[in-house]
């Protein structure tokens, strides 16, 4: 043990901007397998929380501009309305979060620059959690 899950699994490769790239292979799996669920069947907590991820991206990025990114304003939105660590959010910490996340430059925040935010929080929850449980 003693490895973290993020620690450069042998399916992720890192591109020159240090950003982990996962495999093609899971995603299309997963996209196979969705396809085929059964909709009979209750939603498990994960699965709730991964609905969750994905439409609460939907509803702020569908209010200004593409549909399919957040703006500054969206993204801002979100944190301060979905999060609690929202509220004591400066603008400056706002601003400085939008530009490590918008990797490709193009001031809009795309659903795989959320997916490493929801990550990056994933992370911060986990470090949270075992410093709580200690
Ligand atoms: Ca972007």
Request: proline residues 3%; charged residues 30%; contains cysteine.
């Amino acid at each position: 043990m003693g490895q973290g899950p993020f620690s450069t699994p042998s399916s992720a490769s890192s591109s020159s901007s240090g950003e982990v790239l996962l495999s093609a292979a899971p995603r299309a799996l997963f996209q196979h397998l969705l396809s085929r669920r059964s909709h009979t069947l209750m939603e498990t907590p994960l699965e709730k929380a991964l609905t969750t991820m994905v439409t609460t991206f939907h509803k702020y990025s569908g209010r200004e501009g593409s549909k399919l990114t957040l703006s500054r304003k969206e993204l801002k939105e979100l944190i301060k309305k979905e999060l609690c660590l929202g509220e004591k959010m400066k603008e400056s910490s706002i601003d400085d979060l939008m530009k490590s996340l918008d990797k490709n430059r193009d001031q809009e925040i795309d659903f795989k620059e959320y997916s490493v935010f929801l990550t990056t929080l994933c992370m911060a929850y986990n470090d949270f959690f075992l410093e709580d449980s200690k």
